[in-house]
């Protein structure tokens, strides 16, 4: 349920117990992620050694989290103003992981970007218009989030605990002020953990700064254009076997986009996308074990 300081809190039954993970993990360079199923042993004092991680639906360097159904990528057209980049990057890592992912443009009541959220919506992405302070939206998020287990993510500053605490009063996450001279948040969520909500579980996860999404997994080019929804129709339809839909004569995607039917915006980030996975050392693009 949550990972801090080499500890790992396990839900067993009612209990939660306190754990340090065995040594044969770290020798395996397996690392416990929240969202784990992992066997224990429990000792005489109460604590437990956190002996095995069972297969794992997925799991994510950033958040650091595992086994999530859906990722609730918080975005904002206020300070801090959500890069699209960052949007698409963090959209495409959730369709490589096969998890649902939903945006959430919260701040609506102080900023509406509707063409940007039209055009998220057109590409077939679950897109909400939400405000933790006016409510607008929470109960649609309830919804789409009960009885699964979801991960919250986004830059800093954009109110993921905020929408959280909506969601569920009890939490009572810690919140945070927009730097006015950096026009930026300051992160308030320090671990990741795992809170029951809905009658499922939600993954409140530390914010990022814009560059921070850097350091993100990367799918490999030959399924990168599978990650983008609105591209799958076009996929099979290409002149040649192999296109790498960013340039090429012949190029279905290519011609939906000049049609129209694919944002110019997503596509430009399907290129950035495919050419920093192309410079990138395979190693680089491991998955946490």
């Known amino acids: 349920m949550k990972a801090l300081s080499g500890f790992y809190y396990v839900q067993c039954g009612s209990d939660l117990v306190t754990c340090h993970a065995r040594g044969k993990l770290r020798h395996q360079g397996v690392t416990p992620l929240v969202g784990d199923r992992v066997t224990i ?52 890592l959730a369709e490589a992981k096969g998890c649902t992912p939903i945006l959430c443009f919260n701040k609506w009541d102080l900023a509406a970007p509707e063409e940007l959220a039209e055009l998220y919506t057109a590409a077939g992405i679950p897109t ?17 989030v009960s009885g699964k287990v979801s ?4 830059n800093s500053g954009v109110g993921k605990s905020s929408i959280l605490n909506a969601l569920e009063p009890g939490f009572g996450l810690e919140t945070g002020e927009i730097s006015t001279k950096l026009g930026r948040g300051r992160h308030t969520t320090r671990h990741v953990e795992l809170l029951p909500l809905s ?24 399924h990168l254009a599978e990650t983008f929804r609105e591209f799958r129709p076009y996929l099979d339809k290409c002149r040649f076997q192999g296109c790498a839909h960013v340039k090429e004569q012949g190029c279905a995607v290519l011609e939906a986009m000049e049609a129209g039917k694919i944002s110019v915006s997503r596509h430009s980030s399907y290129i950035r996308l495919y050419e920093l996975a192309s410079a990138c050392h395979p190693w680089e693009k491991k998955t946490p074990e």
């Open 151 to 154: 991960a919250f993510t986004g």
């Open 41 to 92: 042993t429990l000792q005489p004092d109460g604590t437990g050694s956190l002996d095995d991680v069972l297969p794992r639906r997925n799991s994510f360097q950033r958040p650091a989290v595992a086994n999530i159904e859906q990722l609730v990528i918080i975005a904002s057209g206020a300070v801090p103003v959500t890069d699209p980049f960052l949007l698409d990057r963090m959209i495409s």
């Open 199 to 222: 009658g499922g579980l939600a993954a409140d996860t530390p914010g990022f700064a814009a560059f921070d999404i850097e350091g993100t997994e990367l799918e490999d080019t030959e």
């Open 128 to 144: 909400l218009r939400v405000s933790a302070q006016t409510g607008q939206g929470i109960e649609e998020l309830r919804g789409m």
